[in-house]
């Protein structure tokens, strides 16, 4: 542009401060949807979904009970069920029909969810910030539980795995 050119202020995209992960999914139905989380400084946590087909997005706010925090992983599980975190209190979403299946806190000192992986069972693993806390949800029960401290020192569980035979390593 040259100099002369006057700067125009096409106002704000979308009112989010950042994009905390995206993920793909095609529904039973054969709808494809992608599933982005994302953080501002609103009291409840959201993720936004859009119906790729039917080109529509839709502002899904999490439960009432469930106050903002950062996300800072996700998952898409084998059932289709989408898992996050709303800085301590963990999510569960079906992308299909949009509701939030199941939320609660499994440790009371984990602050916020760096990884998720599922195992060959089904069972959803997170680990969390500062304390080095691995959790597990149950997705058939609604079973969570916390597995306590991995590292006595270390602060970040970053990254997850689970084997064939069910052995979770985390990567510390």
Known sequence: ASASAACVDHGIGAAVAESRGIVTTRTADGRYLVV?????VGPTGYVLVTDVDRETTTHDFCPPDVPQGAAFASLLASTGRFYTAQGGVLVELDPATLAWTW?????????NYLSFTEGPDGTIWAGAVYQTTLVSFDPRTGTARDHGRMDPEEMYLMHL???DAGWVYGGI
């Open 103 to 111: 939320h609660g806190r499994p440790s009371p000192v984990a602050s």
């Open 36 to 40: 982005a989380n994302a953080l501002d």
């Open 161 to 163: 795995a689970v084997d």
